[in-house]
């Protein structure tokens, strides 16, 4: 039993951690938002130099071979610095499912350029129709020639507007909701019939709806088998789930900080409001939901790294934790600041709102707790038959 | 125990029903939510109110009120927010305009209360403070007399719709003897005296109803000195009461309930829909039943105050079960949405971004945190029950 992370993986939580104290005050992440791209290209410059895009891939195209853990330390501190450049969609889902599907030429022609920096990836899976069901894709693909023709929309994909590739997922067989019959397909973003609609989230992100008319690709844009591609993301999404997780832990432990800091200082009646017993008790209970957090975070790390039976089971347990953790910290902390707490000028809001997003993707506390429960005691769940349809 | 209309409140019922339902209209609807719009259109509402002789339903009738009884007013309340027409300002209406009948001279008596009446002056309220919020009697602004003047220094905050205000009605500070209750006044300040600047804050909902308001060398006549200097704080304690009524908004909750779960019925999860999934029927009847219960401690103390009982610490209860229910609904919305709850303001059609409500949860959502923190925090509430009721 050992909770020590490796010198490594100390290194690389250091050096995110400088990068976010240096050189990512809460002023600078607000000027990034409000600019045109809402990202820093710069910033990512900077993180590739650093290493760190090369993180979880393998060694043989350029990268660091880190697994779960390297990637969680990461995370953490990004969650810390609620930064917005898109390392979650691009190294984490786009260069996932690179590693997890990819042939050696696809892998050879996109993972060196998501490491130098060069390319910035998205992973368009939602569709206006699917809220959490991956499995929901009514985007069509269909056989043409060598080459295949896409049709259908894709919304709020994540970095949309700004990635240069997308991974898109496609039905090419099956009916709307079968976890097979789901194909990928590497679209670069500015290929004929691509039309992109950029908007803002609160969580400062920049997402797009991509609509699909009649895109051609060739043979050589399919990742992974024709109709496999759940698979594929299914495991990607394992992996993305743990770092989110991580990043929630961030992003927790520093409402908590904050808050404590702010009750211990801000006065009234002549006291801090951190001496009101029914105040102490209150961040007696934040700090209890940070520590289940931490443990359920550290738990599915664990049992992703090891490969564990019980992973996927853990991973949907750690998502509603993160859910029922994140709100409780985050409506106390927006709550105890009182009106402070209401302003935008305050990073109180934006953590908060960057959880709730958190909570919002790849599934919520209530999704994830339908598919614990029914791979725990039985009974449909969706996903969790669609996985069984598939295997 | 009964707790039916009679014949008599049903047609009330009927009559305003019917009002509303002719009265608020779509276009008004549209603009009030529309923030470039809205103080132009809740005028204009507040205007069409006034012409049918509703728009003070609490005022006294010598001074335009209806002399309907709390049932009526219940009614109207109801009738009102089931419909999502918003409250009247509280400002004018509700919160200075009683103090001024209450406590007001006649010459200030007729000065502001027809302006407030017909909405020609819109008011602000000048309390908190940056160092003063929970503990309001220790605001410090304060208000130095000057032959026949009041020079006011200091900084306000929080100050809702400061930015469209005609007058501030401020508790300001003439005196530091005694006790800190003891030493406020209550004063009628014009917006547009020099010496005032208005700074805005943006809120967490991404939207400007927040300021800060500044006094520099502001000089404001005696006469609109409210009663007696240094009395200030006693009347500004039986405004609360004022602003307590209506506080739990059970009609409000019942419609946010209602169209969570028409929205629930539109959004499938993998074939099934959100309506059906058992997790989400239990988030919503939790929320339901306790609303149910609600309603009835609502007409509980209703009825006390139509029995001559008047609302006292009983007020905080409502007002802390009404805003948690309130945030409930909104989190539930929020819930719906699922990744569209993030949507910022934008250009983009609702056609073109495939969803509709998404921007309006969070912004409902948002702002709604601020209902546990104004008109006295739900923690202070809790003060006030544990040592008015529980007598701890
Ligand atoms: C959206 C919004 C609109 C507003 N509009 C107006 C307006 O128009 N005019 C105006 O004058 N004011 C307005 N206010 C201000 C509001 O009345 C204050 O925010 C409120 O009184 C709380 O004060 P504070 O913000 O200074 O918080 P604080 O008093 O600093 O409180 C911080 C936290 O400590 C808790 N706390 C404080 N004392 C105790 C205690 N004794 N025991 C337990 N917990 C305690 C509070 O509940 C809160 O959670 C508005 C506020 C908001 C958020």
């Known amino acids: 039993m050992n909770f020590d992370f490796s010198e490594e993986q100390t290194m690389l939580r250091d050096s995110v951690a400088r990068f976010v104290q240096d050189d990512y005050d809460f002023d600078t992440r607000r000027a990034i938002v409000a600019s045109d791209e809402g990202i820093n290209r710069q910033n990512w410059q900077t993180f590739a130099e650093l290493g760190w895009l090369s993180v979880p891939f393998g060694e043989d195209h350029g990268g660091f071979g880190g697994g779960p853990v390297d990637l969680m330390v990461m995370m953490e501190e990004f969650g810390k610095g609620l930064v917005v450049e898109p390392y979650f969609a691009t190294v984490v889902l786009f260069g996932g499912l690179l590693r997890a599907a990819g042939n050696e030429a696809q892998q050879a022609s996109h993972i060196p350029s998501i490491i130098d920096g060069s390319v910035l990836g998205a992973f368009a899976y939602l569709e206006r129709q699917s809220r959490y069901e991956i499995t929901d894709v009514a985007t069509r693909a269909v056989a043409d020639g060598d080459g295949f023709v896409l049709n259908g929309e894709k919304v709020a994909v994540a970095n949309g507007a700004n990635a240069d590739v997308l991974i898109v997922s496609a039905r090419s067989s099956g009916e709307q909701y079968d976890a097979s019959g789901i194909s990928l397909f590497i679209v670069p973003a500015d290929a004929e019939g691509v039309e992109r609609v950029s908007y803002r989230m609160m969580d400062g992100q920049v997402v797009a709806n991509v609509v699909l008319r009649d895109v051609r690709v060739g043979a050589d844009a399919l990742l992974g088998e024709l109709g496999g591609g759940y698979a594929a993301i299914d495991r990607v999404v394992q992996e993305a789930l743990v770092a989110l997780g991580a990043e929630a832990l961030g992003i927790m432990g520093q409402l908590n900080a904050k808050t404590l800091e702010y009750t211990k200082t801000r006065e009234q009646f002549g006291v801090a409001i951190g001496s009101f017993q029914a105040l102490q008790h209150r961040m007696v209970d934040t700090f209890m939901s940070y520590e289940q957090a931490k443990s359920m975070v550290y738990r599915a790390v664990c049992a992703l790294e090891n490969g564990d039976d019980d992973a996927r089971r853990v991973i949907h347990a750690m998502k509603v934790m993160i859910e029922n953790c994140g709100r409780h910290i985050f409506e106390e902390a927006i709550q105890l600041h009182g009106g402070m707490g209401l302003t935008d000028e305050l990073d109180i809001g934006h953590y908060a709102k960057r959880l709730m997003m958190i909570n919002a993707t790849l599934g919520d506390g209530d999704y994830h707790q339908a598919a614990f429960s029914a791979l725990s005691y039985g009974g449909g769940h969706s996903t969790v038959a669609s996985i069984s349809d598939a295997a | ?392």
């Open chain 2, 1 to 392: 125990m009964d707790t039916s209309f009679s014949p008599e409140d049903l047609a009330f019922k009927e009559e305003v029903g019917a009002f509303f339902d002719e009265a608020f209209t779509d276009d008004l609807r549209a603009r009030i939510k529309d923030p470039k719009a809205y103080k132009e259109a809740i005028v204009e509402w507040q205007k069409k109110l006034y012409e049918k002789g509703w728009v003070a339903p609490n005022w006294p009738v010598e001074h335009g009120g209806t002399g309907w009884t709390p049932t009526q007013n219940y009614i109207f309340d109801s009738e009102r927010s089931a419909r999502g027409i918003p409250n009247t300002v509280p400002f004018g209406l509700s919160m200075v305009a009683p103090v001024i009948y209450t406590f007001g001279n006649d010459e200030q008596k007729q000065r502001f209360l027809p302006r407030i009446l017909k909405s020609e002056d819109w008011w602000c309220q000048g309390y908190s403070e940056p160092g003063s919020g929970s503990d309001l009697a220790s605001l410090k602004t304060k208000a130095e007399l000057d032959g026949d003047h009041y020079v006011v220094n200091g900084a306000k905050i929080w100050t809702t719709y400061a930015q469209h205000a005609d007058w501030i009605f401020c508790l300001v500070r003439t005196s530091n003897e005694g006790k800190k209750q003891n030493g406020i006044s209550f004063l009628l300040i014009d917006m547009h005296s020099e010496g005032i600047k208005v700074n805005p804050i943006e809120s967490i909902d991404n939207h400007h109803s927040l300021n800060e308001v500044e006094f520099n060398n502001v000089r404001v006549p005696v006469a609109n000195l409210i009663g007696e200097q240094d009395k200030g704080w006693t009347y500004a304690k039986a405004l609360l009461a004022h602003e307590r009524t209506g506080i739990a908004d059970v009609a409000g909750s019942k419609r946010g309930i209602r169209e969570v779960r028409q929205l629930a019925e539109r959004e499938v999860n993998g074939g099934k829909r959100l309506i059906d999934d058992p997790l989400f029927q239990k988030r919503l009847s939790d929320v339901e039943i306790e609303l149910m219960a609600l309603e009835f401690t609502d007409l509980r103390v209703l009825s006390q105050v139509a029995t001559g009982g008047a609302p006292g610490a009983e007020s905080s209860l409502l007002k802390i079960k009404g805003t948690e229910i309130q945030q409930a609904v909104q989190t539930l919305a929020m819930m719906v949405a699922a990744h569209y709850q993030g949507v910022l303001p934008t250009d983009i059609d609702s056609d073109v971004l495939g969803n509709d409500f998404g921007m309006a949860a969070r912004r409902s959502y948002m702002y709604g945190r601020a209902a546990t923190v104004y008109g006295g925090s739900n923690e202070i509430q809790k003060n006030i029950i544990a040592k008015a009721v529980l007598g701890l």
